[in-house]
């Protein structure tokens, strides 16, 4: 079964910072992008990071300079290093993949979720 496991999420005051890691486990052939989103309350679903394959990046310009997205390709891990932590970036954050798993044709798979809280 394939799975995307968040990690990283919590509390953490204006200023501050955390990293979210997301594995991919499962008998993964290969990755091709991974992004995170997030979605806060009574609001929709938005990119924050993407990279692909090759490791280039994109983000959402309210976190351009603060947000770093990388990934270690040997663990099929992304991760998103925040720092300089806004109240407005209170949201459960969520990881994509788009994958393929064996000889099923390449889609998309996202993770649980996970709850990142920036307040005093």
């Known amino acids: 079964q394939v799975r995307l496991v968040e990690s990283g999420g919590g509390l953490v005051q204006p200023g501050g910072s955390l990293r979210l890691s997301c594995a991919a486990s499962?008998?993964?052939?290969?990755?091709?992008?991974m992004r995170w989103y997030r979605q806060a309350p009574g609001k929709q679903r938005e990119l924050v990071a993407a990279i692909t394959s090759g490791e280039s990046t994109n983000y959402a310009d309210s976190v351009k300079g603060r947000f770093t997205i990388s990934r270690d390709n040997a663990k099929n891990t992304v991760y998103l290093q925040m720092n300089s932590l806004k109240p407005e970036d209170t949201a459960v954050y969520y990881c994509?993949?788009?994958?393929?798993?064996?000889?099923?044709?390449?889609?998309?798979?996202w993770g649980q979720g996970i709850q990142v809280t920036v307040s005093p």
């Open positions: 994509y993949a788009f994958m393929q798993v064996m000889s099923v044709v390449p889609r998309d798979y």
């Open positions: 499962g008998s993964i052939f290969s990755i091709n992008v």
